[in-house]
């Protein structure tokens, strides 16, 4: 950490940063330059935070210099980790070496219309099978979701096509009904920072599907999947779907740059949402491309056998000859990139 | 609402378009364009939304035209409304004829810190006591506050000070426990959109304190109050608090246009948080003057006794003359806007 | 300046960025931590930046810590600038002492509609007129000014009415015909990084209103600034109006932070635009009222005789009762804040 | 266009807008709602902006619905177009069937250094030299490039090279200069709204590289493109760059999503320039990658032969095995999605 002084501190109060700095132990590095004098702080950087350094009289800033989160961070575990996903014998990899496509219904609305959603899904070349039984919806007059029933289909047609099942779960309350029914817990962005629902899922013994929240800084992801990480479970796997920005061509701008990202700081996969990030069906196979090239470990993406009727994010699902493209841009460019499909 | 057919939309799909909507006892009006048609829509606007519109064929945009909430709304309640909290007989007032100072420490930290700074927030004419005892932190290795025991202490200094108690509750699990002990519950802004606890704090029975998610727009934070007005709830106090933009000078940017934009369209009440929106000591009293001057119906601001010792947002609180200068700006400039302080 | 090194820098990546600084005559002072060392610079910032330390290998950061701007800061000019307009003898001062009203139609359409807009604007109590003859307009086929036409009038109408003048700029090649016309020069939002028209203004020998860009920080306003004023020019007033952020709700969103910001940082005065920031007249005047009551130096306000017929922003012009209240919130807050208007 | 009136609009305010409306030649289509009564206005668009409905009494909001440019607009022109650049015979296209490299460095700094960047840039496959010798930098202090001196280098070592050169003109002032020794103009982000600029490049007969500008949306780039169309000129190439987020880990975030967004609006060509998108040089070669599998027609890299040295943007230059990784993957890449690089 880096303290730096206001050009009118005096000598007393660059004093009384350095004692208390010591008082926990650390070491104070002083620098005193022609304008103002910076400090840097050599010890350790949580004892620091107590501290409260930046409401000391004299100090103008602090800059923080090593990364906040730890379990979660590539400096300590370089390798990147693979998640596995499924029963015993049956699972299903994300990570480094492979590229997952996880396809699905937006939400669950009838067996019928979940099964046809799957077989289109595994069809296409999904390994997981997504599904919303609890949907988290701006206004309380939408379809929030069929809820535990939703949940019994979407488990029962899981097990009829042999692909592990991944559903949202949006309240602390429902986690364990979930974790019965679900191979893994996804939490959506509206949730990210939602720490109790983050402590619970990191407790309930199955990988986590943490989203980015729409206004999130990678950083704050990460500090995120730290609080799923700090209950023991470093099952997670991270999904980028857009953020918020002035543009309105697209209902949320991808923001793809944040895959590499992520990669150079974290050792947890990254996957990416093309669907709710553009918001628009014609821009999913593009995206999905973009995805898979710059590196990816794997795709979600929004499919319904009846987008015209679907009760939640009919204009982004894909249908027919938009799958079958997606399926040829998965099979054609992981190669390329050096992943199995 | 107004469905915008493509240049290159058939009359067939046209016909379809008007024809589900007829089909929900609608009326479709066409209007063709030397490009394009226009269909406007009149009925039932929350039947059209079950239609999927912008799902069918030679649909290119749906233009939503009326406002998407109706509790809240303005529209069918023209007079402003007035909440009312604390004890029967003692009850302090938010609304349009009063100016409501709500102050205290960020965080609970202990009985002796919490009746100073309760003693200093209503000697500048705070009329309620805010405090938290379950923090949203984002990192898990920060002070996450005294919880029930903060809850306790809480309770027993608005009694001894005799203001009325707010505070935060971040899960929904814990709203019963927090509706004993405090007189109007705080959703915070990173639970904006964490709608099992607006539909858990609209049970409670208690006047609601809801801040703006800090990436929410206005319409989402008004669709957030009718997640709670459903539950038969319509105290509730908005709270403005900044929002996130590109700006790296101010934590937040103040969108202090919110106040005016949300008494145009809701009658609930709306007050300002300068102390986290600007994240600095020196602009709380800027922005509260110019809160107090925009219309705002009150304002929250942090305070502490000793600010270098804080365990919370020690930056931001207020404490000795910049108090006293609030609390003059407070005296000055409510009369001039027609309120009572 | 600190130099963050990575954690896998060697000692002689480290030797070789001290060399690099001691070789221009500047001090490195190393620090050395558990994960990695940090490097606080103290000498000549302007000699460092040619240093280019971010490029060289080992190096994760470089944070500045001084302010980049000079003659702008308020570092070397503690006492707060005030800015003279107009003709000697009959000069308008903008600075920390008074409020300054500036109103006018946003654009000069025939003499007859600008000279109503003047009595309109001086009745108010606005001591400077305000007209753009040169409109900087998204689409080509929008009205783009009368030009140098627009110029005369304006020139003309200020005369008549007593009032001195201020109208934008936006083409270098235009600044010495504008300059002859105006007693002040506007630099519009669109051409605030347009550094050759900063430069040809800065050697116009006029005051300048500088608006801040729509997606410029405060810094880099400020360092706008700066290229004013390093051409030997600091007759400049900043106007805050608005940046662009995710809310719809207004045309832009006020920063009305940035006032107090700016205050801090720079001695150049600070006024607020609201009819461009909200783009509705029913939020000009609530605006105002906080734009007042933080603590700016002025207001620029667009007036118009009937806005229904604007060529241009008609919809945020002030006319009749709107603009008899926006005159009796200037003269009743500005005493509380301790300003002449 | 659709006019939407306020609830309380008045028969007589319904009748202004319609005859308004008919006696510009247009027709006005009227749908009374249970709670308000929409207008559809049918004829020639370009009339009715003329008519500032929104600044009617009764008027809530007009919602324009087709798009507001024209020669650049892909719906009177739908196929995708190609731009020719370099001298007779020795042209290189910008297109749908083909992948252009643009390489070079970000500033010309002496015929060394260029040349040694104009060589690596051939080497890695580009088609075309890029460099700046006028450079448009927030601080008056930074590097501003050599000028004409730079643009002589430039020729000539685009002539020594055979590469067709492209550069910035930041000045109206030097378009003449800059079009006699540069075969491609280029608009850089910050000027991308300055008008008298965009009207001067397309004024020069030379083809022109339009970069977005950070704040702007898709629409207002087809606009500003619209502007240089206008003069003549529809030889343009638009370069996605980066928009501002709220992100601090990229220098900008790349919108990825603009690329498809922009194709399927526009028939001009589109590239992107990850150098200035991430400004880090580890995201370059993703990000590249991102966008030729998006679809994109080519890139604008930023190469350096000494990076640690550049006088410019020195962090994110490609050399070495970088470079050699970018040609790789366009080599391998491009032909997957259909493309001659």
Same mark, same amino acid.
């Given at each position: 950490?880096?303290?730096?002084?206001?050009?009118?501190?005096?000598?007393?109060?660059?004093?009384?940063?350095?004692? +208390? @700095?010591?008082?926990?132990?650390?070491?104070?590095?002083?620098?005193?330059?022609?304008?103002?004098? %910076?400090?840097?702080?050599?010890?350790?950087?949580?004892?620091?935070?107590?501290?409260?350094?930046?409401?000391?009289?004299? @100090?103008?800033?602090?800059?923080? %210099?090593?990364?906040?989160?730890?379990?979660?961070?590539? $400096?300590?575990?370089?390798?990147?980790?693979?998640?596995?996903?499924?029963?015993?014998?049956?699972?299903?990899?994300?990570?480094?070496? &492979?590229?997952?496509?996880?396809?699905?219904?937006?939400? @669950?609305?009838?067996?019928? $219309? &979940? #099964?046809?959603?799957?077989?289109?899904?595994? *069809?296409?070349? *999904?390994?997981?099978?997504?599904?919303?039984?609890?949907?988290?919806?701006?206004?309380?007059?939408?379809?929030?979701?069929?809820?535990? $029933?939703?949940?019994?289909?979407?488990?029962? %047609?899981?097990?009829?096509?042999? #692909?592990?099942?991944?559903?949202?779960?949006?309240?602390?309350?429902?986690?364990? /009904?979930?974790?019965?029914?679900?191979?893994?817990?996804?939490?959506?962005?509206?949730?990210? =920072?939602?720490? !109790?629902?983050? $402590?619970?899922?990191?407790?309930?013994?199955?990988?986590?599907?943490?989203?980015? !929240?729409?206004?999130?800084?990678?950083?704050?992801?990460?500090?995120? =999947?730290?609080?799923?990480?700090? +209950?023991?479970?470093?099952?997670?796997? #991270?999904?980028?779907?857009?953020?918020?920005?002035?543009?309105?061509?697209?209902?949320? &701008?991808?923001?793809?740059?944040?895959?590499?990202?992520?990669?150079?700081?974290?050792?947890?996969?990254?996957?990416?949402?093309?669907?709710?990030?553009?918001?628009?069906?014609? /821009?999913?196979?593009?995206?999905?491309?973009?995805? %898979?090239?710059?590196?990816?470990?794997?795709?979600? @993406?929004?499919?319904?056998?009846?987008?015209?009727?679907? #009760?939640?994010?009919?204009?982004?699902?894909?249908?027919?000859?938009?799958?079958?493209?997606?399926?040829?841009?998965?099979?054609?460019?992981?190669?390329?990139?050096?992943?199995?499909?």
């Amino acid at each position: 950490m880096v303290v730096v002084m206001s050009p009118e501190a005096t000598e007393e109060q660059i004093a009384r940063v350095t004692s +208390r @700095v010591e008082g926990t132990g650390g070491r104070a590095f002083v620098s005193r330059g022609v304008v103002r004098t %910076i400090i840097g702080l050599v010890g350790d950087i949580e004892s620091f935070h107590g501290l409260n350094l930046r409401s000391m009289p004299g @100090v103008e800033a602090v800059h923080r %210099i090593s990364d906040p989160y730890k379990l979660v961070s590539r $400096q300590h575990h370089p390798d990147r980790s693979t998640v596995h996903v499924g029963e015993p014998g049956a699972q299903v990899a994300i990570g480094p070496d &492979t590229f997952t496509l996880i396809a699905g219904p937006c939400a @669950v609305e009838s067996a019928q $219309q &979940t #099964l046809e959603a799957a077989e289109m899904a595994r *069809a296409a070349g *999904a390994r997981l099978l997504r599904g919303g039984a609890f949907k988290s919806r701006t206004s309380p007059y939408s379809f929030q979701g069929l809820g535990p $029933q939703g949940l019994e289909i979407l488990a029962d %047609i899981g097990r009829a096509t042999g #692909l592990p099942v991944v559903t949202e779960v949006v309240d602390a309350r429902d986690v364990a /009904l979930v974790a019965e029914h679900a191979h893994m817990l996804q939490v959506g962005a509206r949730n990210m =920072a939602n720490f !109790g629902l983050l $402590q619970a899922v990191g407790d309930a013994g199955r990988p986590v599907l943490l989203k980015r !929240g729409m206004n999130s800084t990678v950083e704050e992801w990460l500090m995120a =999947a730290e609080y799923v990480a700090q +209950r023991g479970n470093l099952d997670i796997v #991270l999904c980028e779907r857009g953020i918020r920005t002035f543009e309105p061509a697209t209902r949320n &701008t991808l923001d793809i740059s944040a895959v590499p990202v992520v990669q150079a700081s974290s050792h947890l996969p990254v996957i990416v949402d093309p669907s709710h990030a553009g918001g628009r069906r014609d /821009l999913v196979v593009p995206l999905s491309r973009a995805a %898979i090239a710059v590196g990816a470990d794997g795709l979600l @993406v929004d499919v319904h056998p009846d987008p015209e009727n679907a #009760l939640c994010d009919g204009p982004q699902a894909l249908v027919g000859a938009d799958l079958r493209e997606l399926a040829s841009a998965v099979r054609r460019l992981t190669p390329v990139v050096g992943r199995r499909a």
